[in-house]
């Protein structure tokens, strides 16, 4: 199995930035395309980012897209969502989650993802 885990999360002001990260152990992390969701409270987890396993190609949310950036150190077993321009909307806690299905498509629903991290919370203030 594949264990993921979060880290980077904190309380900032709109505007700010904010670089999470998602530390893997367990087997090869560079075969798996990863992903980034968030949930806020009361909504179902929701699509952020994906990656491909070289890292070479990645897809982004409209919500996030232009202002987050997904991006991959497979050497470090590392995976990282860099946030700016943070809006109070972005609230959330932030999952990463790694599919194992070898897939060229990026995958966008929680469901088709196989392993996931404990969360980060990302709290943005007005």
């Known amino acids: 199995q594949v264990q993921l885990v979060e880290s980077g999360g904190g309380l900032v002001q709109a505007g700010a930035s904010l670089r999470l990260s998602c530390a893997a152990s367990g087997r090869t992390f560079s075969g798996y395309p990863m992903g980034w969701f968030r949930q806020a409270p009361g909504k179902e987890r929701e699509f952020v980012a994906a990656i491909n396993s070289s890292g070479g190609k990645t897809y982004y949310a409209d919500s996030v897209k232009g202002r987050f950036t997904i991006s991959r150190d497979n050497p470090k077993n590392t995976m990282y969502l860099q946030m700016n321009s943070l809006k109070p909307e972005d609230t959330a806690v932030y999952y990463c989650?790694?599919?194992?299905?070898?897939?060229?498509?990026?995958?966008?629903?929680?469901?088709?993802?196989?392993?996931w991290g404990q969360g980060t919370r990302v709290t943005v203030s007005s």
């Open positions: 989650a790694a599919d194992n299905s070898r897939t060229i498509i990026l995958r966008t629903t929680t469901r088709d993802y196989d392993y």
